[in-house]
């Protein structure tokens, strides 16, 4: 008899929700083969069975919250015969008798705090300043998308207010929009629940502004349509905008590079590397995987590793290693149809380029009056980093690149 339990998932990542039993009691298993699908806060894995046998019984159902570690199936010897129906997930350990001493309780709440405390990722910073608060260090939420506490998240945890307290509901003798069919109410799965929370996080402890431009994408979309079936033959990938927008990205990030930091307590972390995410809609909701090392990729890689990313994206396939760090992001509007946006920052990041769908408006060329494929862009950054100058420039640069696309073929 063996059992299964839930396996290391992150450094950062704890605990995840029973998205799927593949397997049933009665069923039979092979070594190696995946039983149960956990959601965690940004992909899904699939558990597999280190025997091979039946399972015996399921501990937890569909949408419950398991911890790193704790045992959710049992598997015992046989070849599929059927078996009992899955039992109650295992009653919990009997509490500690109320006339236990109370010095026992409080060292044990103690010890149980700190090891708590202890098993949380953070930075130094943030810990001096946890203890110097008395803050439970498992107690704040993380703005960093790994989950790393940092000092400006211990300084919103203390500052933040309480919650009033929910008045009492008055008994309703009419019968309610739920009542009666015209509301339904559904729980909100694990991903956007995350996702919920660092979006509120990130407006609420960053200093968020945005700045817009416009492109002319006539000589981009020019160059793009005298080269995209050679292109094509060459390295079998399509050439589409984003790798442009990419390399305009890295080139403008090498001449701004407060764009690529992020803050750490009192300290600004410039980072000399250029791994930008590019947000990708999914049915789960948002999702940001990396392009690593984009500065030392040309077109046809950039294409191909964003291709690559957004189908695993699609298929549930991304691994938590896909969407680990990150340095800037790229989102694109302009996909659904939207026209002007002011996008979010990503974590821990102080900049974000929103692209937006293209069209066609008339705008002055020298004396006269032309109707040109344009594009709105927006770059949102964090003003505790990033002056006005440096975001203005940035995104300058970037239209003047995307205007001028040689300049970016040459580069790379």
């Known amino acids: 008899m063996a059992e299964i339990k839930v396996p290391e998932l992150a450094e950062s990542i704890t605990e995840g929700t029973i998205a799927k039993w593949l397997k049933q009691p009665g069923e039979s ?24 046998g039946v399972i015996q019984e399921l501990l937890a159902a569909e949408g419950d919250t398991v911890e790193v570690g704790q045992v959710i199936a049992v598997v015992g010897e046989g070849s599929g015969a059927p078996a009992a129906q899955p039992s ?12 236990a001493p109370a010095p026992q309780e409080a060292a044990a709440a103690q010890t149980t705090e700190q090891s708590s405390s202890d098993r949380t990722i953070a930075s130094p910073a943030a810990r001096k300043l946890a203890r110097e608060k008395g803050i439970n260090l498992a107690d704040v939420s993380p703005v960093d998308p790994m989950g ?5 998240d211990v300084s919103a945890h203390g500052t933040a207010p309480k919650a009033p307290a929910a008045p009492a509901t008055p008994t309703k003798v009419a019968a309610t929009p739920a009542q ?7 729980k909100m799965t694990r991903r956007r629940q995350t996702i919920a929370k660092r979006l509120l996080e990130v407006r609420q402890s960053t200093a ?6 416009e492109i002319d994408m ?8 005298r080269k995209k079936d050679d292109f094509y033959d060459k390295n079998d990938v399509r050439l589409g905008f984003m790798s442009f927008f990419t390399k305009a990205v890295v ?3 090498k001449k701004y590079p407060y764009v690529n930091s992020e803050i750490d307590g009192d300290e600004i972390i410039l980072k000399h590397y250029y791994d930008v995410g590019i947000a990708v809609s999914t049915e789960g909701g948002l999702v940001v995987p990396i392009v690593r090392d984009a500065d030392r990729k040309n077109f046809a890689e950039i294409e191909s590793t964003i291709g690559e990313l957004a189908g695993k994206a699609r298929d549930n ?11 800037f992001t790229i989102t694109n509007g302009g996909v659904f149809g939207s026209l002007f946006s002011t996008p979010i920052l990503n974590g821990t990041q102080v900049g974000i380029l929103g692209m937006h769908t293209i069209q066609k408006r008339p705008v002055a060329v020298g004396d006269n009056v032309e109707i040109r494929p344009m594009m709105y862009i927006a770059l949102s950054y964090d003003h505790r980093v990033i002056d006005g100058k440096d975001s203005v420039g940035f995104l300058k640069m970037v239209k003047e690149l995307i205007e001028n696309p040689e300049d970016l073929l040459l580069g790379s």
């Open 218 to 225: 006539t000589a981009v979309m020019e160059l793009r349509s």
């Open 180 to 186: 009666d069919g015209r509301e339904t109410r559904e």
């Open 208 to 213: 968020m502004l945005t700045t817009f431009n």
């Open 148 to 152: 790393r506490v940092r000092a400006q």
């Open 29 to 52: 298993v092979d070594k190696g083969e995946f039983i149960v699908e956990l959601e965690t806060d940004k992909v899904n894995v699939e558990v597999i069975s280190e025997e091979a």
């Open 251 to 253: 080139a403008a990030l």
């Open 88 to 99: 109650a997930p295992a009653p919990k350990a009997e509490e500690a008798p109320a006339a």
């Open 317 to 327: 396939k991304l691994t938590i290693a896909d969407m680990s760090g990150g340095s």
